[in-house]
């Protein structure tokens, strides 16, 4: 794609954050540990810095603990709205006066709940919405005299910011920025300001933009409508049941008050960790931490979710008819990325999907040639909760769905009869060893790892600490795991079929 | 909530108490006191740059390499660009060089099977990689420290001694194959591949994908040859960075490279770009989708075009100030526009504007965007913009510096294409001294807004204004040509037979075989009123056929005279400027004519396949359609129902305007030795007449000067 530098879409499919693993390098990452620091401000907010000093450029990242498993029905899609809001600026950026501007957004807010009720009443009465329809559009166009479009960004900009950018997954919302190193307390400025007096202005011409994303990922993307169905399948209870964009009749009705709330629920301090990675100084970074963040007032933090989803009852097999080739993908439920099964998990997935030489890619691909791209991976659609194993083939030309899925079977039947190999256990530790490496190079990477190891799995160590675990993986392991979870009844098949050949099938 | 600045301003300034507050605070907290964000507008100095050593060296045998030692992590990467590239691709196999990148890796050595080699280098957690892609080949290998000697080893091996595996050209052919068929399925891919095709035409090197027919023609020699001609080590250029010591890695590159002797390579003409800029309005239908994908533009340049500074400092501004704060900010329309005039190395790139809306707003979308374009070719940029956009560049600059493997790639890229090593800070002047009158200038010399050619891909039918609102459309069939001799892979035998019937009663009544096999040749007088952008043109031919493969048409014109002349596989021109040969496209295009001409496929029956498609709307009335088909293309022939002579035909063209579906009318019956055929043929594009020929007379069996189809 050649718009490089705006917002990426929040559904990256087959996303496989790896937990880390760590063997021969030891040394390399007791020293590397050993540097980082944290600081907990008064108000629970939590800062975790990391100076390198080899360039003068720094990264941050701030976790948003909330993703879209927080929503309901009703508001599904609200998690990655808030994100796009968080860009529109606050009572300082982005207005050029924001005691006019505000009393405007109040009434458009007044005017917008008379509006939709009396368009879902029973009998709407049309002239009253026709009426009401005018007076949003006018004063909607007044407010937005006041509006100083994207001076958020264009102050990020000019400071020489790269990849400012932001994130929303089914677990969390991650907003992102690398400045040159000299602009720390610019970077504090700004994004304090922005979770403590935000104005989610321009909301409505913004909530198109986002169904032009739904439309973007899913409504044209073959494989984006597969996805969405699939999950919607594989979870019927639990809120990974629906696509992070959220369902279009949500996203036509959720109002600019709706996020307000959510805001308020989700946003708290106690709800946010950043990661700061660079040519720093920490106890400058904490110092101006506590200046500017700890203005932010605290309080409760938000309640877990409740939601478990039940035990799978029996295999579930959907099919999405489009304009298209075919895919198959296989889900099988497994537990949380906390849990103890999670390395050896990992591990099953890499000996069945990763690399050249790994089983399927052996037989579908290299053999019998009836595939051109396999894949396995966990964290499907997220880690943070009970989530999906998923092994997926695209067939190739003149080969079926049903050839490949067969192919798969056989192969995850062996992983569930017999113990994996010596050299296949290697391959998943030194892999997943050289991914954590090339992952630490980069100032904004090793940020990310950091806010997702403190916030999912409780503790930042836990980015270096993976290792013990996934060195200590055996044989044994990865079969009792295949065994407990590569079934019939807890699996789920999602198939792409080509228009008009479901009777084929 | 206010700043805490503002909070003491609205203390009561003349209390002593509050002054004396303001003080204590004040110095208290000098050096960390809270400020707004648009407070903050001086920095202490950044930090230096610390350049890392940079060791070049060229090995005995005229490998380049550029090595950078890095010491924080235990890893070694290498990264090497080879002077090749699917440019090179012979026109009868595209895929060629994509072919020989790929086996090159999967297809093993001499000494280890491409297999061993995956499990070797996967379980020490390591990769090697290689590929061709449009302008160069690359090989990549990272290697935790440890593994640096195994590593270069693979590395070596696979590049000195490989095996080119039938097995793995199989896989590598059944990817491309794959590929090929699911082309159509994602938008996006759809609509950079046909832009691209706009903009450099269908089957140029710069644009042109991969058939069946042309992955079909690929042999193993092809690939060992075109491997042999390229891959030499006096054609690398490579990059390294790591964990090393710069001496040992350079003993070891001497060592592991040793055997492999230079030798130079003939290298072909590089594909020459010749842009006719012209408006034009096209679509790809695609009735599944709600959402419409634009992109509009003409060719770009070079990124060592001295005005490149200040289109960099432009591309900026039309992206971020205008396409984003228009279509996406203010608007809502979109996700993701974007402006963007593209530049390469060495060769010119697109100026390339884009974004996606509901299929609604399509044509909305589109008047904002050249609204855009123009205004930014009529006014100068902002002081602001202006401002913005160079903070933005120079404020990040550094970011360039911010990795070894960036350093050192960017130099290899260089070295590569013979750039100045130190470009990018020749360019970072540039910006420095960039004018809002450059940005003027440069938007003035490089951008043509009135001539642009626009792709929409989308479903017409929702379209809330139609899209010839803006002009006329040109509609591009993306049908994926079958593989040959599987022309017709769903036609159910039922389809083949009735087809066959058709075209023998067709053939029937223009006259029956016997009497079509007894013509040899014929020599036909026309005349031509042709559509041009000069509007009707009147034309005269005479056209010279030896069935089945050659033709010869003496044309001419207000603007001069013409031969054009095809033999076979050859073709060629001969204007007053001279002769030159055909491109490919326009060969095929010439061969086309000959392909639908009645004499030929009734003459030569046996050569065709014919499939009943169905009774269908040909020019407003029913007709009956059959797909004929031969080794040479295919198209659909119309036959009406009552009499059963061919009526027209239609079919895609590559024509010099863009891809488009053309149909022509046969009108006008007349028989000539025992054949009837028609004598007025009326070519529509879209409805839209592009020529209408009259036949004036036509002779069968003459005798052909045979210097008519020798080149000089």
């Known amino acids: 794609m050649r718009n490089k530098g705006f917002f990426p879409f929040v559904f990256l499919l087959f996303l496989s954050v790896s937990s880390f693993s760590l063997r021969a390098w030891g040394q390399t990452f007791d020293v590397i540990k050993s540097q980082v620091r944290t600081h907990t401000l008064a108000n629970g907010m939590k800062f975790i810095v990391l100076e390198r000093h080899d360039a003068p450029v720094v990264s941050f990242h701030t976790y948003a603990d909330v993703g879209s498993a927080q929503e309901s029905y009703g508001i599904t899609g609200i998690s990655h709205i808030l994100e796009h809001m968080a860009f529109k600026g606050t009572h300082d950026v982005g207005t050029n006066n924001y005691a006019a501007e505000s009393k405007l957004l109040d009434s458009i807010d007044n005017i917008y709940a008379k509006l939709s009720g009396e368009e879902r009443a029973v009998n709407p009465d049309t002239a009253k919405i026709a009426a009401l329809k005018r007076k949003f559009d006018s004063t909607d166009s007044t407010a937005n005299r006041y509006v100083s479009s994207m001076e958020y960004w264009d102050l990020i900009r000019e400071k020489g910011g790269r990849g400012l950018n932001a994130y929303t997954s089914n677990d969390a919302t991650q907003y992102i920025v690398s400045l040159p190193s000299n602009r720390v307390e610019f970077w504090m400025a700004m994004e304090s300001d922005r979770f403590m007096n935000p104005v989610f202005r321009e909301f409505f011409q913004e909530r198109n933009v986002i169904m032009e994303e739904r439309r973007l990922g899913i409504e044209t993307q073959p494989v984006g409508k597969l996805i969405e169905e699939f999950l919607a399948a594989a979870f019927k209870s639990h809120p990974y049941h629906h696509e992070v964009i959220g369902h279009m009749s949500d996203l036509e009705n959720i109002s600019r008050t709706d996020v307000i709330n959510y805001f308020q629920r989700y946003y708290g301090p106690n709800n946010l960790t950043v990661a700061v990675v660079g040519d720093v100084n920490a106890d400058d970074v904490f110092r101006m931490a506590d200046t500017y963040f700890g203005r932010i007032p605290g309080g409760p933090k938000p309640e877990p979710l409740r939601t478990v989803e039940p035990e799978q009852q029996g295999e579930k097999h959907i099919y999405v008819e489009a304009q298209s080739q075919p895919l198959v993908i296989v889900g099988f439920h497994r537990p949380s990325v906390r849990d103890k099964e999670a390395a050896a998990l990992e591990a099953l997935a890499n000996v069945v999907g990763n690399g050249r030489s790994s089983r399927i890619y052996t037989s579908l691909v290299k053999d019998k040639k009836i595939a051109v791209q396999v894949g396995a991976f966990n964290g499907f659609p997220g880690y943070k909760y009970p989530n999906l194993l998923a092994v997926y083939a695209v067939p190739s030309k003149g080969h079926t769905n049903e050839e490949c899925l067969k192919a798969m079977e056989q192969e995850l039947q062996r992983i569930v009869d017999e113990p994996v190999r010596d050299d296949e256990l290697t391959k998943y530790k030194r892999s997943t060893e050289k991914d954590l490496i090339d992952g630490m190079k980069d100032n904004s990477r090793m940020a990310a790892s950091l806010t997702f190891n403190e916030v999912v799995m409780g503790d930042w160590r836990q980015t270096f600490d993976t290792l013990k675990e996934v060195d200590a993986v055996t044989a044994a392991d990865v079969q009792s795991v295949a065994k407990k979870y590569i079934t019939r009844k807890n699996r789920t098949i999602g198939e792409l079929i080509p228009e008009g050949q479901t009777d084929e099938n | ?712």
């Not at chain 2, 003459?603 to 009943?612: C, I, P, W």
């Open chain 2, 1 to 712: 909530m206010k700043t805490r600045k503002q909070q003491l301003r609205d203390f009561c300034p003349f209390e002593p108490a509050a002054i004396a507050l303001l003080m204590i605070i004040a110095l208290s907290e000098s050096s960390f006191a809270q400020k707004a964000p648009k407070e903050i507008t001086s920095f202490t100095p950044l930090n230096k740059v610390q350049m890392p050593d940079v060791k070049q060296v060229t090995l005995r045998n005229g490998m380049k390499v550029y090595m950078v030692e890095d010491h924080d992590y235990p890893t070694v990467d290498m990264r090497a660009m080879v002077r090749t590239g699917s440019i090179f691709d012979p026109a009868d196999k595209v895929g060629l060089a994509s072919i020989t990148g790929t086996v090159l890796r999967t297809g093993g050595t001499t000494t280890q099977g491409g297999d061993e080699i995956d499990k070797t280098l996967e379980t020490m957690g390591a990769y090697v990689e290689t590929g061709i892609e449009q302008g160069s080949g690359y090989v990549a290998m990272s290697v935790l420290k440890g593994d640096v000697d195994k590593g270069v080893g693979i590395l070596a091996d696979i590049l000195m001694h490989p095996a080119f595996a039938q097995d793995k050209i199989d896989l590598a052919k059944v990817e491309l194959r794959s590929g090929i068929s699911r082309r159509n399925d994602n938008i996006w891919e759809i609509t950079g591949r046909e832009f691209n095709s706009l903009i450099y035409g269908k089957s140029h090197p710069y644009s042109r994908y991969p058939e069946y027919a042309t992955v079909d023609n690929i042999t193993r020699d092809d690939i060992t040859d075109f491997y042999e001609k390229y891959f030499h080590p006096n054609n690398i250029v490579l990059a390294v960075w790591g964990d090393f010591n710069s001496n040992e890695i350079q003993k070891r590159l001497e060592t592991a490279f040793g055997k492999w002797p230079s030798a130079k390579t003939e290298y072909p003409e590089r594909p020459q770009v010749n842009y006719q800029y012209r408006y034009t309005i096209n679509l790809v239908q695609k009735p599944d989708v709600n959402q419409s994908h634009i992109q509009m533009g003409h060719i770009g340049g070079m990124i060592s075009d001295p005005d490149y500074p200040a289109l960099v400092v432009m591309n900026a501004i039309l992206s971020n100030d205008r396409m984003f704060k228009v279509l996406r900010t203010k608007e809502g329309l979109t996700y993701a526009p974007w402006g963007y005039y593209g530049a390469e190395y060495n060769h010119p790139g697109v100026f390339n504007c884009g974004t996606q809306t509901k299929s609604q707003s399509t044509v909305h979308a589109i008047r904002l965007m050249l609204n855009e374009v123009n205004r930014m070719t009529e006014e100068p940029v902002t002081d602001e913009e202006l401002q913005r956009a160079k903070d933005s560049y120079l404020n990040s600059f550094v970011f360039n510096f911010d990795s070894r493997s960036k350093i050192v790639t960017r130099l290899m890229t260089y070295a590569y294409y013979s750039y100045p090593l130190d470009f990018i800070d020749k360019l970072k002047e540039g910006v420095e001294k960039v004018t809002k009158g450059d940005v003027l200038r440069a938007a003035k010399a490089h951008l043509h807004p009135d001539e642009l050619q626009i792709l929409v891909v989308g479903n017409k039918n929702d379209f809330g204004e139609p899209l010839s609102s803006l002009g006329d459309v040109n509609e591009i069939d993306i049908t994926i040509p079958p593989p040959p001799g599987e022309e017709s892979p769903s036609a159910a035998p039922e389809s083949m037979s009735k087809g066959k019937e058709l075209f023998d009663k067709s053939m029937a009544a223009c006259g029956g075989a016997d009497a079509f096999q007894k013509i040899g040749s014929t020599r036909t007088r026309m005349t031509l009123l042709q559509q041009t952008e000069r509007g009707e043109v009147e034309i005269s031919d005479v056209a010279t056929v030896i069935y089945p493969d050659r033709i010869h048409q003496a044309v001419s014109t207000p603007m001069g005279e013409m031969k054009i002349v095809v033999v076979g596989e050859k073709g060629w021109i001969v204007s007053p400027q001279g002769k030159m040969q055909m491109e490919e496209s326009m060969r095929k295009e010439v061969f086309g004519n000959l392909v639908r001409d009645p004499i030929r496929f009734f003459s030569h029956a046996d050569d065709h396949q014919a499939q009943f498609i169905g009774e269908e709307e040909f020019q407003g009335v029913k007709a009956l359609d059959i797909l004929v088909s031969c080794k040479d293309g295919a198209f659909h022939l119309y036959l009406d129902p009552s009499t059963n002579l061919p009526v027209g035909v239609s079919y895609q063209s590559s024509g010099l305007q863009g891809p488009a579906n053309v149909e022509e009318a046969w009108s006008d019956f007349r028989e000539t030795d025992g054949v009837r055929l028609p004598f007025k043929n009326v070519a529509t594009v879209n409805g839209k007449t592009i020529s209408r020929a009259s036949i004036v007379e036509v002779e069968h069996n003459v005798e052909v000067d045979p210097k008519l189809f020798e080149e000089e």
